[in-house]
Every structure is written in C-alpha cells, then in structure tokens.
C-alpha cells in the first residue's frame, strides 16, 4: 500500500532530524558526571574524548556504504547512541560510579553520533534528487529552524528532570535515540544511480575547491570554539554561581534559543551583505561572549553581578553559532561528488571539528586547573580572533569573491 503524503521521506527526514535532537542530556552532562564524583580533570577528558572518537571514527560512515544503503548508516548510529547513553547510566549509578563504563560510553555514543552526522545531509540529498531543485535547501531550512526548537525545549525540560532524578534526562535521551532509529528506517532510500563501491574498494577523495575549502574550516573551526565552551566550561561558570538545577537546562537554553534566532535570519543576512559582514558579526558575537566571561571577576567587582553577565554572555554565543551549519550547508556545494564522496567530505568535517574540540576540551580544562576561569575564557577569546584572522585573510582558502553574496548553485547541488 502506497504510503500516505503526510508520512513521505521529506516529512519523514524532518521528523527524525527533529527527534534526533532532543538532547534531554547534554546541559546537564557535565554537571551530572561532576557530582557523580568522577573528578574534574577526569569529566574533561571524558568529554574531549567524545570528539576524539568522532575525529578516529570519521570515515566509518564512508567504509559502510558498500555495505549499507544510508538510511541504516544513520539508523545504527542512533543504536551506538542509544548503547552509550546506557552505559552512561550504568555507570553513574549511585554508590557505583565507574569512570571505565563511561569512557566506554563516550566511545561507543561518540562513534554512533559520527555515522549519523555524517550521512545524514547525504541521505537528504539522495532523497531529494529526483525533486523540484529547491528541494534540499527547503528541507535543510525547515529542518534547521525545527532542531532548533527541539533543542531549546529539551534543554529545558532535561534540566527540570535532572532536578527530580538524575538520571531520568538520560533516560528520555534513550528513548529518543530508539525513537530515530525508528523513524530513520521508515525512509524509503532509493537505489544509487550510480555503481556502489565494491566493498573494501577506496573511495576516491574529494578534491575541493577554495570554496569548499574554505566552509569545511569555517564549519570545525565555528562549531569548536561553540560547543567546547557550551559542553565543558559554561556549566562550570554556571555550577560557579550556585544556579538552581531547575533553571540548569533553561539557563543553557538560552544558548539554542539564541542560536535559533540567529539561524533564522543568516541566510538573508549573508545574501544582503556578504560574507565579509557575515563573517564580522559572527566573530564579535562570539568574542564578545568570551570577553563577558573572561572580565565576569572585574565586573562583579565593579557591582554587575555574575549572573546577569553570564545570561548576555551566552545569548552573545548563542548568536554567532546560531548560523554556522545552515551557512555551511547552503553554501557547501556538493554537487560535483558523489554520496560516498559527500560522506566523507562530511565526515572530514566532523572529524576536524573533533580534532579542534578536544584540543579545546583538553587544554581548557588545565588552564582552568592551573590558572582561572577568567584566564580560560580570555586565552580562548585570542586563539578564536587569530584563527578567524587565518580565514579572513585568506589563508584559509577563502573563497575569491569574498564581498558578494554566494553565487547562484547549480541545480544539482540543491
């Protein structure tokens, strides 16, 4: 029986990237593995070696696809996540705090949220080619404003369960992984067009262009220096202050909130001023944000209180990362490769992320040992400024017309 247009893969795409986003968890990771009694230096390795798995594991997703049609790429993905949120609780368990359980939580949810990032927008493409040729950049859209949403509403209601129990925001993260791998498996992926890989056969590596080039950097530079903060030193500050676990997720929210509200205007915004602009408000949001915390000392010093600094320094934060993936998405033309090769051009991308974030996690986290939180925020406020200089003077392949809006894509690459 033919399946009902309301339950068509578009719908049936934009509703599994929406659920698959309802990180009930992730604002209260930290302070969950912190009074779990792991210890501090433990916690941030715990946390970079989630993006270091991400980094090893990044073309997994393009080793599979002789074997796997996408869809069950991303759908055994949502399954490692599933298994490392289990051993998540497994291991925190009260009296019974295993810090081995949870690294291997951190790989095995590391590894499956690396297959699914990395097929996901490849799927979408595959499902959309047969389409009117706005269709991926539609769907994209929707989808980005939605997990926006989704994210901000699960903060919140994370934070609120993790207050009553805390290991109930984990557990509804688990039924949400199960929940997406559900939906993803419902997607009725066609054939490839072209001849599969045989399997253990390479996959020729894409070769970019400046343009590409230069969005890949931007996406793991961007997404680094956002969510090493927001995943490992923000909750810190906010642990800092003594903020009510109630408002714990809210608080952290108003990073996404923020951040939706950014997405929503980027793309008129970039093709009304250029990337130049683009590029100079995403840069001062954000260093203004590592300012705010960096001075937050001299400022309660000065009579501002801590708190209302921390909520305008991570709205601040919130809006610079707000755009970076639709950005990156709607400028990345993929259209002269082939899925195997977007896979792991996507994959390079989270890979690099990876790379950058643990850096981050793990350096970060002995400054602020050794040093101060204050310290931690200014140093991160100068290594962000020089390496977007390194872009912005094109020494991170820029792309030539710098000041133009994007050029029209070919339809093919919608």
């Not at 996540?81 to 051993?87: M, R």
């Not at 009579?303 to 639709?326: E, H, K, M, N, Q």
């Amino acid at each position: 029986m033919a399946r009902p247009p309301m339950f068509g893969n578009p719908t049936l795409f934009v509703l599994y990237r929406v659920t698959s986003r309802l990180y009930f968890h992730l604002p209260v990771l930290f302070l969950h593995l912190y009074t779990s009694e792991i210890g501090f230096g433990n916690v941030i390795v715990l946390l970079a070696l989630y993006g270091l798995v991400t980094m090893v594991t990044s073309g997994l997703g393009t080793a599979l696809m002789p074997y796997l049609r996408q869809k069950n790429i991303i759908a055994l993905g949502e399954l490692m996540k599933a298994a490392g949120l289990v051993l998540i609780l497994l291991g925190t368990r009260v009296g019974a705090t295993d810090f081995w359980t949870v690294m291997l939580a951190q790989v095995v949810g590391g590894c499956g949220f690396s297959l699914a990032m990395s097929t996901d927008a490849g799927l979408l493409r595959t499902i959309t080619s047969a389409g009117p040729a706005d269709a991926f950049a539609r769907i994209q859209a929707r989808s980005q404003s939605l997990m926006f949403i989704a994210t901000l509403v699960a903060g919140s209601v994370g934070g609120i369960l993790f207050a009553y129990e805390a290991h109930w925001p984990f557990l509804a993260a688990l039924l949400v992984a199960l929940a997406s791998a559900a939906l993803i498996f419902l997607i009725d992926e066609p054939a490839p067009t072209g001849r599969r890989p045989a399997p253990g056969a390479p996959v020729p590596a894409p070769v970019l262009d400046r343009d590409q080039l230069f969005w890949t950097r931007f996406y793991a530079l961007s997404r680094a220096f956002t969510l090493a903060p927001f995943v490992g030193f923000l909750p810190f500050y906010f642990i800092m202050i003594g903020v009510d676990p109630f408002l714990f997720g809210a608080v952290l929210g108003l990073f996404t909130l923020s951040g939706f509200g950014a997405a929503l205007y980027t793309g008129a915004f970039l093709k009304r001023f250029g990337i130049n602009a683009l590029m100079a408000a995403t840069v001062a949001s954000m260093l203004g944000a590592m300012l705010l915390f960096g001075a937050s000392e001299v400022l309660a010093d000065a009579g501002i209180d801590y708190f209302p600094v921390g909520l305008l320094a991570i709205g601040l934060l919130g809006l610079g990362s707000g755009g970076v993936r639709p950005v990156t998405m709607g400028n990345l033309d993929m259209s002269n490769l082939t899925p195997p090769q977007r896979t792991t051009l996507l994959a390079t991308m989270e890979r690099n992320f990876g790379i950058y974030n643990g850096i981050l996690l793990l350096v970060g986290g002995y400054v602020l040992v050794a040093f101060s939180y204050q310290t931690l925020m200014l140093l991160l406020a100068a290594v962000y400024l020089l390496m977007m200089a390194w872009l912005a003077t094109g020494k991170g392949a820029r792309p030539a017309a710098a000041d133009a809006a994007p050029p029209a894509r070919h339809p093919a690459a919608r």
